[in-house]
């Protein structure tokens, strides 16, 4: 079994950064499938950003040059570094890990940008 715990949401205004963390615990194998997804009321849930187990990285577009994915492997953590945020990034934020073909979420963490 796998457990994802998120940390680092908040309150930013606009133009603000915050950085997101996502541990993982539990059976976890070398360099799993990570990503980062949002969700607001009534919209489905959104990939925001991704890293494969070989390092490549992708993120939506609305994110782009402004987010970064990164994680460290000897901690099962990956992190998202948010930048010049906008009020549009306001939203859960979850944690995914896929391992042998099963999907993991953490609980998510708000993000709220607003002045």
């Known amino acids: 079994q796998v457990q994802l715990v998120e940390s680092g949401g908040g309150l930013v205004q606009p133009g603000g950064s915050l950085r997101l963390s996502c541990t993982a615990s539990?059976?976890?194998?070398?360099?799993?499938?990570m990503a980062w997804f949002r969700q607001v009321p009534e919209k489905q849930r959104e990939l925001v950003a991704q890293?494969?187990?070989?390092?490549?990285?992708g993120y939506t577009d609305s994110v782009k040059g402004r987010f970064t994915i990164s994680r460290d492997d000897a901690k099962n953590t990956v992190s998202l570094q948010m930048n010049s945020l906008k009020p549009e990034d306001t939203a859960v934020y979850y944690c995914?890990?896929?391992?042998?073909?099963?999907?993991?979420w953490g609980q998510g963490t708000q993000v709220t940008v607003s002045s």
């Open positions: 995914k890990l896929r391992q042998f073909s099963s999907d993991y």
């Open positions: 539990g059976s976890i194998f070398s360099m799993p499938y």
């Open positions: 890293i494969f187990s070989n390092g490549v990285k």
